[in-house]
């Protein structure tokens, strides 16, 4: 109980051995029944950072959620809170885009308002926070673009962060139009269409690459197969 007190922000406030059980299945987090209590709270409490939609709550929130999942008797996991919540805010935008009834160019530009102002560029901020083949470190210039275009993704893909770079408005533009694409190790593939002078003043050299995930690259290999123009 001190220790929840005094480490308010590595402890969920959860005081029984019973509890912090029940919190740990409700959320699919596997555990040692008989290991000690804080070791299991603290790994309830790093499950949470792990989950983008989770992380910034604070441990209290995170205690009463795993309570409401036991009393509505559901076992989730970090893959199904992620998508659930991703689709969730896919759906909306898209809604909102139909009620506007626009097409083509215009509704690509609403989508990349919606998408640039909401939680898939955070996590992107997150993960680069500067643009990812340039180094670009102004935040306001920086853009979420999708690796995978939004109108060729499934609900869960289209805002899910490994579907995504952040670029300066340089790159961003010349990857969206397929003049610029990676392969399965990070290094640039530049199209044939980009003069030696584009190059120079875009910013482009064979010597670039950036760092991926595993699963940046099945985003990838679709840029490469139906976007870049060789």
């Known amino acids: 109980m001190l220790m929840i007190v005094y480490f308010y922000d590595r402890f969920v406030p959860v005081c029984t051995n019973p509890e912090i059980d029940k919190c740990l299945k409700s959320v699919s987090i596997p555990f040692e029944k008989n290991a000690p209590m804080v070791y299991k709270n603290l790994a309830l409490v790093e499950w949470k950072k792990t989950v983008p939609e989770l992380a910034d709550w604070s441990n209290q929130i995170v205690f009463d959620f795993c309570r409401w999942l036991k009393g509505k008797n559901i076992i989730t996991n970090k893959e199904d809170l992620c998508n659930n919540a991703v689709i969730e805010e896919a759906q909306k935008i898209e809604e909102k885009i139909s009620s506007l009834n626009v097409e083509g160019a215009s509704k690509k530009a609403i989508i990349n308002v919606r998408v640039n102002q909401g939680t898939f560029r955070d996590k992107l901020l997150k993960r680069y926070n500067k643009c990812c083949l340039c180094g670009v470190g102004n935040q306001t210039l920086l853009i979420a673009s999708h690796i995978k275009p939004w109108s060729e993704s499934e609900p869960k893909e289209k805002l899910d962060v490994d579907n995504g770079f952040l670029m300066c408005p340089n790159h961003d533009r010349i990857f969206d139009k397929g003049y610029i694409t990676f ?48």
């Open 183 to 230: 392969d399965d190790d990070g290094k640039i593939i530049i199209s044939d269409r980009l003069t030696e002078n584009d190059r120079l003043f875009l910013n482009v050299d064979s010597r670039m690459h950036i760092e991926l995930t595993e699963s940046n690259k099945k985003y990838l290999k679709f840029h490469r197969e139906n976007v870049f123009n060789r």
